[in-house]
């Protein structure tokens, strides 16, 4: 059974860091195209970042380029989202995912299969 479980939420002020984790359980990390999407109330869900199964390739979202960095620990079987320079337009409930493809440029919330039941991030201006 493939669980994923996201952590590493909280309130924090704007210009302040938080770390996100993903730990999976039933797949490898490595095995998978892992993704984190957030998505804020009223709102659709939207990708902000994705590391390819073979570690090669990340996407970002425009809106968190050069503040968050993806990265994982296959032998922790781990991934990760430091977010830096958080602002309140951030604030949203965060998910981890994996998916079986890969696509160049994008994320699409229809290729992810599993999904955790995420983490509330809140910045305060």
């Known amino acids: 059974q493939v669980q994923v479980v996201e952590s590493g939420g909280g309130l924090v002020q704007a210009g302040g860091s938080l770390r996100l984790s993903c730990t999976a359980s039933?797949?490898?990390?490595?095995?998978?195209?892992m993704a984190w999407f957030r998505q804020a109330p009223g709102k659709e869900r939207e990708g902000v970042s994705s590391?390819?199964?073979?570690?090669?390739?990340?996407y970002y979202a425009d809106s968190v380029k050069g503040r968050f960095t993806i990265s994982r620990d296959n032998a922790k079987n781990t991934l990760y989202l430091q977010m830096n320079s958080l602002k309140p337009e951030d604030t949203a409930m965060y998910y981890c995912a994996a998916a079986s493809v890969w696509r160049y440029g994008t994320i699409s919330t229809a290729d992810f299969r599993y999904w955790g039941q995420g983490t509330q991030v809140t910045v305060s201006s």
């Open positions: 039933g797949l490898s990390v490595d095995d998978y195209t």
């Open positions: 590391i390819k199964w073979s570690g090669s390739s990340t």
